[in-house]
Nanobody
Framework: QVQLVESGGGSVQAGGSLRLSCAAY????????MAWFRQAPGKAREGVAA????????AYTASVKGRFTISQDNTKNTLHLQMNFLKPEDTAMYYC??????????????????WGKGTLVTMSS
């Protein structure tokens, strides 16, 4: 069983940056597709960025391309999401997720097998 624990959320001014982290425990497969999802109030959950932990291939939804970067630290079994030039519409609960299936990119929530509990990102005035 894989356990995912997110951290790094907080309140930031528009235009600012945040770095989210996701610690993965219990991973037994050599390669996973891991991703960050977000859900804003009143909206459906959407996939933001994905990475194949075996090949390091990455994929992003259009609204965050050029602003967000997904990366992994294999030595620490940690996933990161560097978010720059944040916009008010980036306000959401951000979730880390993983699947051992070969789906690529894993940016649809029904493809994912494991989920963290989320970390909140908000914009301050």
């Amino acid at each position: 069983q894989v356990q995912l624990v997110e951290s790094g959320g907080g309140s930031v001014q528009a235009g600012g940056s945040l770095r989210l982290s996701c610690a993965a425990y219990g991973a037994t497969y050599s390669s996973y597709c891991m991703a960050w999802f977000r859900q804003a109030p009143g909206k459906a959950r959407e996939g933001v960025a994905a990475i194949n932990t075996g090949t390091s291939s990455t994929a992003y939804t259009a609204s965050v391309k050029g602003r967000f970067t997904i990366s992994q630290d294999n030595t620490k079994n940690t996933l990161h999401l560097q978010m720059n030039f944040l916009k008010p519409e980036d306000t959401a609960m951000y979730y880390c997720a993983a699947t051992y299936r070969t789906t690529w990119p894993c940016l649809l929530d029904y493809d994912m097998d494991y989920w963290g509990k989320g970390t909140l990102v908000t914009m301050s005035s």
